[in-house]
């Protein structure tokens, strides 16, 4: 049996005037991308040019819209189909509706309400970039690389970014279940993350071994280069003259911070990152400049599969030029630049419109960064977890009842002498104060064994600079080449 469209003539000029908003739609993409040419051509084994396929594209609309069994409105075809265009490319191009370009702009500001997570398509699979330290996700255990197969019961098999994005944000204080799936669990795990206000704080600062300098940047937004020239200013008055630059779990951001903070340890007129797309105008080269101090010191940078887009741009920077040595598990490889191209009611378009390049010319899209000394993350032992989780809450109880005791009161306390230059009560707070930030980092190092690496790495640099001989730029690299003579 052989069916037929019929267009009413009617619904033509409705039809018309559908057809010719996504043609110029269509056009505006064709044109921001690439240089359209005048005179369309055949693509082989595309069934005609684009006009043609608009003609078949025509017919299916008036077919849904005159025979579906329930009617349905133009815009939502409109729209599905829009969907369905952008989903044919690559997973972070997307169509953002008004409403979710809006949402968009207030995530940029630096503070918005959600779950804390980053996520991306990997392989059709919704993947989680790395959860923001801090956030509800990242105190209920999510972890990079876990794949969310539901959220709210729903598949995300079909899911665009944008949708899940939308389905995970809510009102403060509700709460998103979500299902995920990860490596080394033998069925799917329930999750449920109440949702919050997320204000990412860029910048965290410590001093390990006296002269170890330490700064994780969680995020690349407006202020990480200012706040990253805090924090190096804070560390050196300190006395430090190594570093470890820790970007793990960073899903990225802005790329002139990215540029800015590689800018930090780099000499001038170095080239940091450069990017190619199919016009002229998106090959775009960057690199250093003149202004700002410049951070010459031995340094590490910490990354892991949570590290991704601007944080492989600063990892393959210092890497390639040989001034940073690259230490964890190789980088998560979004290495893609996304325009985003406002449209006429308020929507936008997000496309992809380049590659990143490492200076040496590596592509960082699906590749990542690979580091110079591979060390896994140790998974610490269930039991041993358990007892130290109750050995904290002993201590923390032991702690709290001091606050009532004194040495005095305890069974055979030493008798007090007095002596020459005894400090009183201050200089032992003091003591106190010291011996607590010595006890809390090494705790940071007896968990993070990533971390723990680096620091080794970095206390017997000196011995290493002495017996190894410098390879790279830069003037003090750090590769090392074994058992060459200076």
């Known amino acids: 049996m052989h069916f037929k469209a019929k267009i009413q003539p009617d619904s033509w000029n409705r039809l018309v005037s559908i057809s010719s908003a996504l043609a110029c739609l269509l056009l505006t993409v064709f044109m921001y991308s690439a240089q359209v040419s005048a005179k369309e051509t055949d693509v082989p084994g595309a069934g005609g040019n684009t006009y043609e396929r608009l003609k078949v594209f025509s017919e299916i609309l008036s077919l849904i819209e005159s025979s579906y069994v329930e009617p349905v409105e133009s815009k939502t075809l409109v729209e599905g189909a829009i969907r369905g265009m952008v989903k044919a490319l690559d997973p972070h191009t997307s169509y953002l509706p008004p409403e979710a370009f809006r949402e968009m702009k207030v995530e940029?500001?630096?503070?918005?309400?959600?779950l804390g997570i980053e996520?991306?398509?990997r392989n059709g699979v919704?993947?989680?970039?790395?959860p923001i330290d801090g956030t509800p996700a990242f105190n209920a255990g999510i972890q990079a690389g876990d794949k969310i197969i539901k959220i709210e019961g729903n598949s995300t098999l079909d899911m665009t970014l944008t949708d899940a994005v939308a389905q995970m944000r809510g009102e403060i204080g509700t709460a998103a279940n979500i299902t995920i799936f990860r490596e080394g669990l033998e069925k799917p795990?329930?999750?449920?993350?109440?949702?919050?206000?997320i204000k990412v704080q860029n910048i965290k600062k410590k001093?390990?071994?006296g002269n170890i300098g330490y700064i994780k940047i969680r995020s690349f937004s407006k202020a990480t280069s200012a706040d990253l020239d805090k924090a190096l200013a804070a560390l050196e008055a300190k006395g430090t003259h190594k570093l470890i630059l820790d970007v793990r779990n960073n899903p990225g951001g802005l790329l002139n911070q990215a540029v800015e903070v590689s800018d930090r340890f780099l000499d001038k007129e170095n080239l940091i990152v450069y990017t190619k797309g199919r016009s002229e105008d998106q090959n775009m080269r960057f690199t250093t400049h003149d202004t700002g101090k410049r951070v010459s010191y031995p340094m590490i940078v910490l990354v892991n599969g949570g590290s991704a887009s601007a944080s492989e741009i600063v990892a393959g920077a210092l890497q390639d030029l040989g001034r940073a040595v690259v230490v964890g598990t190789p980088?998560?490889?979004k290495g893609s630049v996304q325009t985003i191209i406002p449209l006429s009611d308020g929507s936008a378009l997000r496309l992809t419109t380049a590659r990143y390049y490492t200076p040496s010319g590596r592509v960082i899209q699906g590749n990542g960064v690979v580091p110079d000394i591979i060390v896994e993350r140790e998974k610490g032992n269930t039991a041993d977890a358990k007892k130290d989780e109750n050995l904290e809450k002993e201590t923390a109880e032991k702690e709290r009842m001091r606050r009532f005791l004194r040495e005095k009161d305890l069974k055979k306390h030493?008798?007090?002498k007095s002596s020459i230059g005894d400090g009183g009560e201050e200089e032992?707070?003091?003591?106190?104060?010291k011996d607590k930030e010595r006890a809390d980092l090494e705790k940071d190092l007896e968990k993070d064994n990533q971390l723990r690496h680096a620091v080794s790495l970095l206390s017997g640099w000196d011995v290493m600079v002495d017996t190894l001989k410098p390879q790279g730029k830069n003037g003090g690299s750090a590769h090392l080449t074994l058992g060459q003579a200076h």
């Open 108 to 114: 940029t500001s630096g503070k918005f309400g959600g």
């Open 189 to 197: 795990l329930d999750v449920r993350i109440v949702r919050a206000i």
């Open 331 to 333: 980088t998560f490889g």
């Open 119 to 121: 996520i991306s398509m």
């Open 428 to 433: 032992n707070q003091e003591s106190l104060r």
């Open 207 to 209: 001093v390990y071994n």
């Open 126 to 130: 919704l993947t989680v970039i790395s």
């Open 414 to 416: 030493l008798k007090g």
